[in-house]
């Protein structure tokens, strides 16, 4: 196995344990290395967070697994990102704006979410939490977005996913809306004419392949 392979499994190692100390280290080394970022992120960590999503769809990993795996992701791409940027390479499969409704401030699953999206290919904006309507449509129109996608945590904040669907239509943007969170359902979704639910962080990628496929 040639030096270049086993960096590449170790960075997959790195995202699949968890360990963000050797993520950032490997990231490091791999571009001291003279290896393309966009090689160590699909090669590398980017197999690393499937792996990870793969154990917890088939129920050896729990949330708390999945977390730490996004966050090594997430090191790794902090490393990487301004070289990837000088590469230039690297289509993106889609623009998102994304954040927690207005009055909720929970942030661990929305994370989860973006973080996986941008290991995915995305371009993700990340506008944090207890974001308005007003907020994530003029984010959408400036990135002229894909997707918007919202969570709530609180039953009481849901009632601010509807106003987005509408306020997203109303706005004549293309971007298609997206919820979810743990009190969002499916039904609720249909209700309020999203156009889609995930369940998950690894479902939300998933989804949000398929939206931007169809869209295209």
Not at 148 to 172: I, K, Y
Request: with cysteine; glycine share 10%; aromatic share 4%.
């Amino acid at each position: 196995m040639s030096e270049r392979s086993q960096m590449l499994e170790a960075m997959q190692r790195a995202v699949r344990e968890g360990d963000e100390d050797t993520a950032r280290s490997l990231a490091a080394e791999a571009l001291a290395a003279s290896v393309p970022a966009l090689v160590a992120i699909e090669q590398g960590f980017v197999r690393g967070i499937q792996q990870a999503g793969v154990l917890w769809a088939e129920g050896e990993y729990f949330l708390p697994e999945l977390v730490t795996a996004a966050q090594a992701m997430k090191a790794a791409m902090a490393v990487l990102r301004p070289a990837l940027e000088a590469e230039g390479t690297g289509p993106v499969r889609g623009r998102v704006v994304i954040g927690t409704i207005h009055g909720d401030i929970h942030d661990i699953g929305k994370t989860l979410v973006a973080t996986l999206l941008a290991a995915d290919g995305f371009a993700v904006h990340d506008l944090g939490v207890d974001v308005s309507v007003a907020r994530f449509v003029e984010q959408a129109a400036t990135d002229d977005a894909d997707l918007v996608c919202s969570s709530a945590l609180l039953t009481t904040t849901m009632v601010g996913q509807r106003e987005l669907v509408e306020a997203v239509r109303g706005a004549g943007l293309r971007a298609r809306v997206v919820v979810g969170g743990a009190p969002v359902t499916r039904s609720w979704a249909e209700q309020i004419g999203a156009d889609g639910f995930a369940d998950n962080a690894v479902e939300a990628v998933q989804l949000a392949r398929t939206l931007v496929d169809r869209a295209a």
